[in-house]
């Protein structure tokens, strides 16, 4: 039987809301040592912010603005503007080998798992889909 979705993606996950700022999704990603957030509005996923997205809000260092006005403008930016909205997903039940083959069309590091609800129910990453090829064990958080 093929390996499916639900046998190695996290249940564990670390998400933002709509208002979570710029500054505390980096805060997010850096403490669950992950490359991308699913974004919700209430239970419902509306979008994916990834440490790349994050990145190309900061400020360039050629910039003229001070460090108190750089502080400033990020501490009001948040997630919704800097978001992807168009979120590739997959489902528990998905064989592995597709959600696979779904990130590497797309160029992607991970797809959110929704169910039958539309709920997010886990995470499958890159990093899930080598653990299973290599056979190692599946870790509680991605």
């Known amino acids: 039987m093929k390996t499916t979705v639900n046998a ?5 996950l670390v998400t933002a809301s709509l208002n979570t700022t710029v500054p505390e999704a980096v805060k997010l990603l850096k403490s669950g040592e992950i ?4 974004v919700l509005d209430g239970t419902r996923l509306v979008g994916i ?11 360039s260092q050629a910039t003229s603005l001070s460090i108190w006005e750089i502080t400033s403008l990020l501490a009001s930016l948040t997630v919704r503007e800097v ?7 997959t489902t528990p039940d998905a064989p592995l080998s597709d ?13 959110p ?5 539309h709920q ?4 499958v990453t890159v990093t899930d889909v ?9 870790e509680s958080v991605s």
Do not use: F, N, W
Request: glycine share 6%; proline share 5%.
């Open 8 to 12: 190695v993606m996290a249940r564990t």
């Open 35 to 38: 490359r991308c957030l699913p």
């Open 49 to 59: 912010v990834t440490d790349r997205d994050l990145k190309e809000a900061m400020p």
């Open 83 to 89: 978001m992807t909205t168009s979120v590739l997903t």
């Open 99 to 111: 959600a696979a083959y779904t990130m590497l069309q797309h160029k992607v590091g991970g797809l």
């Open 113 to 117: 798992v929704i169910d039958a609800d």
């Open 120 to 123: 997010l129910v886990g995470m």
């Open 130 to 138: 080598l653990r299973e090829y290599v056979g190692l064990p599946v």
